[in-house]
């Protein structure tokens, strides 16, 4: 397989005529958002998507408002009056960002870190990280009501 490395304008518009078509994108991920899922130099494998498939949990990539490419999950949807989608980086505990149908380019179909196969994301990842960010917040609250 060859590397090449490109801009974000151009990575953008080689995914869109890549997934438009049908075909399947591969690509290196940079940074720490979606850890533990997705890390740092994982392989990502983007797939053409359909919006009845979208759903709470599915793992998209987008074109964000900036217009960089960006890789987070679906943490709600809103269907009046147009598709939303409300998304977030598993490691993140912010406020959860608002794309538009159109914004998506694909969904996540596998993740390969170091060499081995492709693994499917699941939604089951998030678990782990709400529950992390649920304990702190309890533990939070009682240091506080001690004090």
Do not use: N
């Not at 005529?17 to 740092?40: N, T």
């Not at 914004?103 to 994301?121: I, P």
């Not at 678990?127 to 609250?141: D, E, F, I, K």
Request: proline share 2%; hydrophobic share 45%.
């Amino acid at each position: 397989m060859h590397t090449l490395k490109i801009d974000q304008a151009s990575f953008l518009a080689l995914a869109e005529e890549v997934l438009s078509r049908g075909g399947v994108l591969e690509f290196c991920a940079r940074g720490s958002s979606m850890s533990p899922a997705i890390q740092d130099g994982d392989t990502l494998r983007v797939c053409l998507h359909r919006a009845d498939e979208l759903r709470v949990g599915s793992v998209i990539l987008y074109r964000d408002r900036q217009g960089r490419a960006v890789v987070h999950r679906i943490v709600a949807v809103r269907y009046a009056p147009c598709s939303t989608y409300l998304v977030r980086g598993d490691a993140s505990f912010g406020r959860a960002e608002s794309v538009a149908a159109d914004q998506v380019l694909g969904v996540v179909a596998g993740v390969q870190r170091e060499g081995g196969g492709f693994q499917a994301v699941a939604g089951v990842m998030l678990l782990p990280v709400r529950m992390s960010q649920r304990m702190w917040l309890a533990l939070v609250r009682r240091v506080q009501i001690r004090l």
